[in-house]
């Protein structure tokens, strides 16, 4: 007779016999670890079972999703409305990308702490700080396919940071938008950073990783007056985990980081289930700048330190921070790989820690109070030549009204003041006819947004009556050659 068991032995002992597994997971559960190392050591494995639900979930997300500046928008509305359970997967890829950053945070807070990264682990340090930076790229780029008002803004403001770096700046930002504006190419770009070049960077070093701390072996809980002496390190290391001071991976600690990982995914999914998804809160609308956008939780003290900068050291903080920051993440290790380990012993380490804390903190609390008004007004207070409004009749004024609290001046010089993102429009009545103007404030286009459900009929004719006057006296505006569309001289 059949017998179900002995078949299922016979099929894994034959998979077994060709993939070789027993070879390669037997060592990784039966490799020693420190005895005492026991709940602060689940924090890797949690943001590991992050990523994997992020993998998980992001799948089933991009099989609706489409990357396209037109339709993303309405596809995350189908996802939240129309598609059966599309809001949970939604809300799961949220909630799991957040808890993905707040394990890591915790992780490297213990690895800090414990000074985990001394002798012999500098390396596996420098890897997960990479992996750090990905995790932040990942919800950053995961904040841009929202695509909504916050997504705009967001990358409106990343962009303006890489656009001050000197000679390149205006090269940088054509490479992130994949354009000189936010549009379509920007969202195929962003898509395939957060789809395809982060996630495959983070497996592979993730997998770097992981093997240098199965190389290495994992830190035990330091002790304070025990200090960690490159020369002997490894071999007493060894010594102390080959003896009663070690165990095996499996299966009590394999057992701490699957009830934790177990426990942190109900949390999530429970969480998920009651918040739902974020967003999308906006149809981006470039012609819509009384917005107060907000990025995501993790941003929010960049956002304020940009807002709270006195102007002078805006672009100088704004160019070295970064780098200085990553720069000092990475050296962490080589500042100090040996010595003592425990953090009553290293005060200056202890005290940079709770002050980078309380910075972070601080700023992100008041990113959310927001006390100042981040709203977009560049140029529209500075006043019109007044050459442009003298003698005018009121449609005209009431034009140059509109030009000036549409935005127009944020991209459009008058008088040499304003942004440069357009042409200057002083003599523009030369080169364009009213028809042309009018066809040009309603659907912009040439990197212009379109205005047209912006802008009433009235202002429309307002802003095409001022624009039409902008020509020297001595040389008249621009007409068509079918006389019934120029105005009435
Ligand atoms: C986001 C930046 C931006 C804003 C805001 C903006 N424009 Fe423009 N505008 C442009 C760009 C870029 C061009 C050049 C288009 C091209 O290359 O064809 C342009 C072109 C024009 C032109 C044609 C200029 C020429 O010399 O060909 C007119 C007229 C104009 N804009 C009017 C307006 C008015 C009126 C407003 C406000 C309602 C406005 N623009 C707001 C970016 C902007």
């Keep these: 007779m059949l017998n179900p068991l002995r078949q299922l032995v016979q099929v894994s002992n034959w998979v077994n016999e060709r993939m070789q597994l027993q070879s390669s997971i037997g060592p990784i559960m039966s490799h020693r670890v420190p005895l005492r190392a026991r709940w602060f050591y689940v924090f890797g494995s949690a943001t590991l079972t992050c990523f994997l639900m992020q993998i998980l979930t992001g799948v089933m997300l991009a099989m609706v999703y489409v990357p396209s500046a037109g339709e993303a928008y309405q596809s995350l509305e189908h996802l939240n409305y129309v598609q059966p359970l599309g809001w949970y997967i939604r809300a799961l890829h949220n909630f799991f990308g957040n808890a993905m950053v ?5 992780h490297l807070l ?11 682990r500098e390396l596996t340090w420098v890897f997960g700080v990479v992996l750090f930076i990905c995790v932040l790229a990942m919800a950053f780029t995961g904040q841009v396919l929202r695509w909504d008002q916050d997504a705009y803004w967001g990358l409106g403001i990343g962009a303006s940071m890489a656009g001050r770096v000197p000679l390149i700046g205006p090269y940088l930002v054509h490479l992130m938008l994949g354009g000189p504006i936010i549009g379509g190419e920007t969202l195929s770009r ?48 060894e010594k102390r985990i080959s003896g009663d001071e070690g165990t095996t991976f499996f299966p009590t600690p394999i057992a701490r980081d699957a009830i934790f990982s177990g426990g942190l995914v109900i949390v999530v999914a429970l969480l998920a289930a009651i918040l739902g998804p974020a967003g999308p809160n906006g149809i981006p609308d470039p012609t819509i700048i009384d917005t107060s956008p907000k990025p995501d939780i993790w941003f929010m003290s960049v956002f304020s330190s940009l807002a709270l900068l006195p102007p002078a050291i805006e672009t100088f903080l704004i160019l070295t921070a970064p780098i200085v920051l990553v720069l000092a993440l990475f050296a962490v290790p080589f500042m100090s790989n040996s010595g003592e380990r425990h953090i009553s012993k290293r005060p200056v380490a202890a005290l940079t820690l709770i002050f980078i804390i309380m910075v972070y903190v601080v700023l992100t609390v008041l990113g959310y109070q927001s006390p100042w008004s981040p709203k977009m007004q560049a140029w529209s207070s500075d006043e019109t030549p007044v050459q442009y409004i003298e003698g005018r009749t009121p449609l005209e004024l009431a034009g140059a009204v509109t030009f000036q609290y549409k935005q127009c001046r944020n991209c459009h010089e008058l008088g040499g ?3 440069q993102r357009g042409p200057e429009l002083d003599t523009i009545a030369t080169r364009m006819t009213t028809p042309q103007l009018i066809r040009q404030a309603v659907q912009g286009g040439g990197n212009m947004p379109t205005y047209g459900h912006n802008l009433s009929a009235d202002e429309l004719s307002a802003v095409v009556a001022f624009l039409s006057t902008l020509h020297p006296i001595d040389e008249p505006q621009a007409q068509t050659a079918d006389k019934s569309l120029n105005p009435a001289d």
């Excluded at 707040?102 to 915790?106: E, S, T």
């Excluded at 800090?112 to 012999?120: E, G, W």
């Excluded at 993730?206 to 190389?215: E, G, Q, R, T």
């Design 110 to 120: 213990q690895v800090v702490i414990f000074a985990a990264y001394k002798y012999p």
């Design 102 to 106: 707040f394990m890591l945070i915790c």
């Design 190 to 237: 962003f898509f395939a950073l957060h789809v395809f070049i982060l996630p495959l960077t983070i497996a592979g070093t993730i997998f770097v990783h992981v093997m240098l701390v199965l190389k290495n072996g994992i830190s035990d809980p330091p002790i304070a007056g025990t200090i960690v002496n490159p020369k002997t390190e490894r071999e007493d290391y």
């Design 417 to 419: 003041i304003g942004g």
